[in-house]
C-alpha cells in the first residue's frame, strides 16, 4: 500500500471549482496587485488572527522582511527604541556601492538603490511575535501617523 505525504489531486478535486472561480474574478477584474480581492484576503487573515490589521506580501521573504519606508528614519528607529521595540538598517549602503563588489562597480547612479539605502528601516517580523506585540509595533507608529 502507498501512503502519499500529501494527495494534491485528492485535495485539488475538492476545491477546483472555487480555486477557479476566484482565478476567473481576478483575470476580469485585471486587479492583479491589489483590488477587491486582496483587501478582503487581508481582512480574512486579520479575522483569523485575532489582529486589526494584516498585509499581503509577494512571499515569504517578503513577509520576513516588512519594512518601513521611513523619511526620517533616525527619529523613528528611536522613538521605537524607546518603546522597547527593535529595529535594523540592513543596507545602509546600497548594494551596487558595497565593497565586495569593487571590481564590477561602475561609475553609475541608481536613485531608487540611493533612496531605498538611507530610508528603509526593518521591522521586528519573527513567527515568534505576538498578536498583542504586533498590534504594539503598529501602535507606536500610528501614534506619529507613520
Known amino acids: ?15 477546483r471549482s472555487e480555486i477557479e472561480s476566484g482565478f476567473q474574478s481576478v483575470l476580469d477584474s485585471t486587479q492583479f496587485v491589489l483590488g477587491p480581492n486582496g483587501a478582503a484576503l487581508e481582512e480574512e487573515i486579520a479575522a483569523y488572527c485575532g489582529v486589526a490589521h494584516a498585509v ?6 517578503d513577509a520576513l522582511h516588512l519594512a518601513l519606508l521611513a523619511p ?3 527619529a523613528v528607529q528611536q522613538l521605537l527604541a524607546e518603546a522597547g521595540i527593535a529595529s535594523a538598517i540592513y543596507y545602509p549602503i546600497p548594494l551596487h556601492r558595497q565593497e565586495v563588489l569593487r571590481d564590477i562597480q561602475g561609475n553609475f547612479f ?5 533612496e531605498m539605502a538611507d530610508r528603509v528601516l526593518s521591522l521586528p517580523m519573527l513567527p ?6 504586533r498590534e504594539e509595533v503598529c ?8
Do not use: C, H, Y
Not at 499581503?56 to 521573504?61: F, N, W
Not at 501602535?139 to 507613520?146: K, M, N, R, Y
Open 1 to 15: 500500500m502507498k501512503i502519499p505525504m500529501v494527495d494534491l489531486k485528492g485535495q485539488l478535486k475538492n476545491l
Open 56 to 61: 499581503g506580501v509577494a512571499s515569504g521573504t
Open 72 to 74: 526620517e528614519r533616525q
Open 110 to 114: 541608481l536613485p531608487v538603490a540611493e
Open 128 to 133: 515568534e511575535l505576538t498578536a498583542g506585540q
Open 139 to 146: 501602535q507606536v507608529l500610528q501614534a506619529e501617523d507613520l
